[in-house]
């Protein structure tokens, strides 16, 4: 798990296959994702890489269910019964499978926006300020999901945040100042 602080989201949709740099490359899993045409980059990002947005960014009219599997919906593949069971018990949502967003609480609706993430089981999951909208409680609930989701799935994460206490949860902190690196620390 990384943590960026300081830094704008900017990086992170850069990183996301979201904006395209003005210059340079970026490779995730041996692929230069600009070099993809907007359509398979679109695939690309689908597949291999996870966001969480502050905000959850979840389908008002899907339930809990279906916002969690429509990465793979959106690819034509369902995922085995299991492995969505796995990720709606991990994210302690049992009893909420059936609920639309706007009768789950927030911490909730950010869990489900997690499951939605790892559903692709996604080389790399990309957060920005994850628990910038929830209490404290929530708050470590949400990082101790992604602290564990990322040792189970073997993922990267890189986390964008502001709150100190949560950038000592992660193994490496990158501080970033006016769009440059102003340190680089290894916690773990």
Request: neutral net charge.
């Given at each position: 798990?990384?943590?960026l602080a300081?830094?704008?989201?900017?990086?992170?949709?850069?990183?996301?296959?979201?904006d395209?740099?003005s210059?340079g490359?970026v490779?995730?899993?041996?692929?230069?994702?600009y070099s993809?045409?907007n359509?398979?980059?679109a695939?690309f990002?689908?597949?291999?890489?996870?966001?969480i947005?502050?905000?959850y960014n979840?389908?008002?009219?899907?339930n809990v269910?279906e916002?969690?599997?429509?990465?793979?919906?959106?690819?034509g593949?369902?995922?085995?019964k299991?492995?969505?069971?796995d990720?709606i018990k991990t994210l302690?949502?049992e009893?909420?499978?059936?609920?639309?967003?706007?009768?789950?609480s927030?911490?909730?609706?950010?869990r489900v926006?997690?499951?939605r993430?790892?559903?692709?089981?996604?080389?790399?999951i990309?957060?920005d300020?994850?628990t910038?909208?929830l209490?404290?409680?929530n708050?470590?609930?949400?990082?101790?999901?992604?602290?564990?989701?990322?040792q189970?799935?073997?993922?990267t994460?890189?986390?964008i945040t502001?709150?100190?206490n949560?950038?000592k949860?992660?193994?490496?902190?990158?501080?970033?100042?006016?769009?440059?690196i102003k340190n680089?620390e290894?916690v773990?």
């Amino acid at each position: 798990m990384e943590h960026l602080a300081h830094g704008k989201s900017t990086l992170l949709h850069i990183l996301g296959g979201v904006d395209r740099p003005s210059s340079g490359k970026v490779w995730i899993n041996d692929t230069d994702i600009y070099s993809l045409n907007n359509n398979d980059l679109a695939i690309f990002r689908r597949r291999q890489i996870g966001l969480i947005y502050q905000f959850y960014n979840l389908i008002p009219i899907l339930n809990v269910k279906e916002n969690i599997e429509l990465p793979l919906l959106l690819d034509g593949k369902t995922a085995s019964k299991e492995k969505v069971n796995d990720i709606i018990k991990t994210l302690g949502l049992e009893n909420r499978i059936t609920h639309l967003p706007n009768q789950l609480s927030g911490g909730q609706q950010q869990r489900v926006s997690i499951g939605r993430s790892l559903i692709n089981e996604p080389s790399l999951i990309l957060a920005d300020e994850p628990t910038g909208n929830l209490d404290s409680k929530n708050s470590k609930e949400i990082i101790d999901l992604l602290k564990f989701s990322n040792q189970k799935y073997k993922q990267t994460l890189i986390m964008i945040t502001h709150d100190q206490n949560i950038a000592k949860e992660a193994d490496r902190i990158i501080t970033i100042d006016d769009g440059k690196i102003k340190n680089d620390e290894r916690v773990r």
